[in-house]
């Protein structure tokens, strides 16, 4: 299938005041995002996320390369684009005085939506993200999950077929962050959706991509699954075995699933690819060698050291 | 289809404007409260002075004018800047909409207010001082009531360009520009009295043109030959040149990430 975003080297810098030095905040970004998956953007903040996401969403236009998204051009057929793609950034913002009825409306008028189509797609909207008890609160009266369902819902307003979520749980209480995670989850499958979120939080990436790239200092440091990127660089979850009579004459390094392994008296500390997948085996092994097993203890990989292997 | 489509998108920004309109208790000032407010105190100025009938309305034409060019230029003014205070910018500019959209659309909602303003000052002038509106007739109404739109137009345009370039910082624009016109444009005085250099640029002011053109009805003599065409020919022309600034504005705000800024 051919992919929805196709980016080659990326280049945009600021200057900083009238006379200041020029700041590279992208620098030569090649991407590819495939369709109907969910992609995340990892980076610590000022990496470049919402530079690269605002070039893909033809708010801001690059110095150098170019970019295509759903086969157009993000400079020259963006007029076009902007009809089939929708953004959420991280914080919401509505017109305060506005209600959540209105502010929808608003939006969908913006996509030429108009009469009983634009009042079906608000119902839908306000039933789908359970605001129809909210739709006429004004939005500066909303509280911070509601403004965030709301901007949610804007998104939808015009079906469109690329999503860009910029840090969408930013700001949620650790409820609603995880139900607004749920509903970007059931879009997806139930619609078929391609979502390109960025996030700090790499639970949320785990949770939710299929795919990451990692970005710092506007540089794309890595990419692919989160697992593969674990292994590549060898870290992985740790397996903590205590035998009861020192560990077995085996050669752990070519068990399978094994990045590293390190014995300490009676105890034996192995990093595997995928500890849910390979325990049974390994312990088999083990007792087929005939060695006991006092303790077994998994801990699943810290995702911190990824990201700090990767951006550091 | 598309026609619709279109006209639902620059209806989308009347509607928001109506709709912040009618929430905003100060919009009623803007309106009724200032523009009477003005109307009162020039008229009792004229009074206090003694003037003759044809000065007074020459001075109450001038605050006719002023009032409704400044509520009309502010709807578009606050177009972009309701998106620059709540900082949602980016839904506008995300959406496939022109500039154009916003322009008509709110344009449009300054276009009734500003006749709303002008209707009240001028019942307010021929009832308590004496006016008489009806001497123009409908075409002399209707050229100057068209030339005071198109001038509030291109006020407007310019404040879009300076808010998509300064933000916040531009608001001050909004009502700045029409005291500009108020200084330069003879709106109480004839411009002949303005000193030399100031008087050249406000033969550069269409409104100038309009004024006199207006003015010419109640007997004062034409400054400016042809002082119609005059006025909507450099209309046409600023009209055009800020509306060219403005989507270069818009182009730089997208180079320089101003959107983003704006809507942090």
Known sequence: MEPVIVAQGLVKSYRTGWFG??????????????????????????????????ILTTLLIPDEGEARVLGLDV??????????????????????????EENLRFCGRLYGLSGGVLRKKVEELLHLFELSPHRRVKFE???????????????????????????????????????????????????????LLTTHNLREAEMLCREVAFLKDGRLLARGGIKELQAGLGLGDHLLLTFTDGPAPLDYAR???????????????????????RLAPILHALEQAGAGVAEVRVKEVDLEELYREITH | MKL???????????????????????????????????IFSVGLLTRFLKLDPETVTFVL?????????????????????????????KHGFIAPINLGHVLVGAGLVGLVRGALVFVVMGLLSM???????????????????????????????????????????????????????????????PVSVLPPGIRELAELIPLT???????????????????????????GLYLGVSYALLLYTLRSARRRGTLLKLSE
């Open chain 1, 21 to 54: 030095a020029r700041k590279t905040v992208l620098e030569q970004v090649d991407l590819e995002v495939p369709a109907g998956s969910i992609f995340g953007i990892l980076g610590p903040n000022g990496a470049g996320k919402t530079t690269l996401i605002s």
């Open chain 2, 209 to 235: 043109y309009f004024l006199d053109h207006f003015r010419h009805f109640y007997g004062f003599p034409l400054i400016t030959p042809h002082a119609l065409g005059y006025g909507f020919a450099l209309t």
């Open chain 2, 127 to 189: 009832w308590l001082f004496g006016m008489d509106l009806s001497r123009p007739g409908a075409g002399g109404l209707a050229f100057f009531l068209l030339g005071l739109f198109l001038n509030a137009a291109i006020i407007g345009v310019l404040v879009l360009a300076l808010v998509l370039r300064f933000g916040h910082r531009a608001e001050v624009a909004a009502w700045a520009f029409s005291y500009l016109l108020l200084l330069l444009c003879g709106l109480y005085y």
């Open chain 2, 61 to 89: 034409i001038g605050a006719v004018a002023m009032n409704t060019i400044q509520i009309a230029q502010l709807d578009l003014s606050y177009s972009l800047l309701y998106d620059v205070w709540s900082k949602s910018l």
């Open chain 1, 141 to 195: 009266n909303l509280s911070t999950g509601l403004k965030q369902r709301l901007a949610l819902a804007k998104t939808l307003v015009n079906d469109p077929e690329l999503l860009f979520l910029d840090e969408p749980t930013t700001g949620l209480d650790p409820i609603m962050a995880q139900h607004l995670r749920e509903e970007i989850l059931r879009l997806n499958r139930e619609t078929g959706l391609t979502i």
């Open chain 1, 75 to 100: 400079v020259r057929q963006a007029q076009r684009l902007r009809a089939r793609i929708n953004l959420a950034a991280s914080s919401a913002h509505f017109l305060w005085c506005l209600t959540v």
């Open chain 2, 4 to 38: 619709r489509t279109e006209l639902t998108k620059i209806w989308a920004f009347a509607a928001r404007s109506l709709l912040v309109n009618r929430r905003n208790v100060f919009a009623v000032f803007e309106m009724f409260f200032w523009p009477g407010v003005a």
């Open chain 1, 255 to 277: 068990l399978p699933g094994v990045l590293a392994h390190r014995r300490d008296g009676r105890r034996l500390e192995m990093i595997l690819d995928r500890a849910e997948v």
